[in-house]
C-alpha cells in the first residue's frame, strides 16, 4: 500500500520485496547524521593561503538557508552552499566564499559552528561535492535491519524535502509559475494546507487565504516563515502576484520551479517501473552516465548508469522512456516549453538527466543503526523508505 503523500509527490512503487522494518527516524537530531564527501582533488588542492576561503559548516536544528543567512547578518560575508541540508539532523557541509581572501575567523553558536579549512583558486560548485555519507538511527524497528540486503533495486526517486515534507506543495507552486497562474502560485504559497501540518500553522493558512486578513496574519507570522512575510507586505501594498512572487529569492523561485521536474521525473519512474521497463540497467541505445560521470550513449561499458530526461524547455525526446513522458505531460497539461517563461526568464529550466537507479555504497547495519553513502543529489529518505515501509510517513520522521 502506497501511502496518499507518496502518490502527491510521484512515488507509486515500492521496487524492494523486503516487507519492511517498521519503525521511525530523525526522534532527536542526532537520530539523522549527514556530511558530505568532497572530490579527493578539490581536497588536495586547498592552499592555506589566497584565494577563495573553503570552511566545513557544522549545524542543528536549522537549515542551510538559515544558517548562512545567519552569517551574512553577523559577519556582513556572503557564503556559498554546495548542497542544501534541512534542519532535522545533525549536518556537515562545505561552504565557500563568493570573494577573494574574504577570511572570517572559526565561529560556532547553539546552532551553528564555522572551522576554515583552507583556500581554493576558484569557487567551489557543486559539482566538487561527489556525495553524502549518512549515519542513520532506526528506533522501534519491528524487524532485524540486517535482513534487508537490496539497496542496489532503489529508483532515485526525489525526497519529501524536495516538495516540503509535511506541506508538500513547492511542486504546485512551480506548475502554476510554468502555468503563469501567478494568483494561484501566491495562494498556494500562503494558504496551502496539509493534514501534517500543525493546527496552529492551519490557522494562520486558513488566515492567509483571505485577503482582508493579510495585515493581521502578518503580525502573527512566525519569524521562519519568512517567504509569507515577503508576500504579505507586498500585497498588503497592492503589488500584482507576478511581480510580488518576483520579490521571492531568486534561489527560492528555482526550486519551486525545479520540485515540479522532480515530480514529473518520480511520475517517469514509477509509471516506466509500472509498464515494466528495465531500470536497473542500461541497454543498447539509452543514454547514461559512464564511470567518470560523462554524459552519452550506452556503450555497455562497465560502471555506466541508465539516465532518465529532465523534464525543461530542451527536453530529448529520443530515449525510450518518451512514451511515459509524452502520457504524463498530456495527463499535466504542459509541454516542455512551458519550461521558458518569458515573464520570469531567470528561473526558466532546459532540463537535463538523472540517474535511474539510486547508488548506495558503504551499507552497513549495526543493531538499530544503517550507515552508507550516495551520490550527489540522492535522498537517503528514499533508502529509509524501502527499508521502513513507512504506512505513515511524516508520522515516522520522514
Known sequence: MIPKIDSDIGMLVHTTGYGGCGGKIRQKHEDFVVSEILSEKILGSLSESEGFAVYRLAKSGIDTSHALQKIFSKFGVRLKALGLKDSSAITEQYVCSMGKNKVLGNYSDEKISLHKVGFAKKPLTAKDMIGNSFTIRITDAKDDLCRFTECDRILNFYGYQRFGSKRPMTHLVGKALIQKRFDDAVGLVLSYTSEHDSQENTKLRQ????STHYSEALKLLPKWMDLERILLNELI???????????LPLAVR????????????NLTLSESYQYGEELFAPQQGDV??????KLGKCQMAHGEQLAIPLIGHSYFKKTRFDYHISQILAGEGISPRDFFLKEMQEISNEGGFRTAKLVCTNFSVT???VRFALQRGSFATIVMREMIKPADPMGAGF
Open 207 to 210: 488566515m492567509m487565504s483571505d
Open 237 to 247: 501594498q497592492n503589488t500584482p502576484p507576478q511581480k510580488a512572487i518576483c520579490k
Open 254 to 265: 528555482r526550486i519551486f520551479v525545479d520540485a515540479y521536474q522532480s515530480f514529473l521525473f
Open 288 to 293: 547514461c552516465y559512464d564511470k567518470s560521470a
Open 367 to 369: 543493531k538499530d543503526t
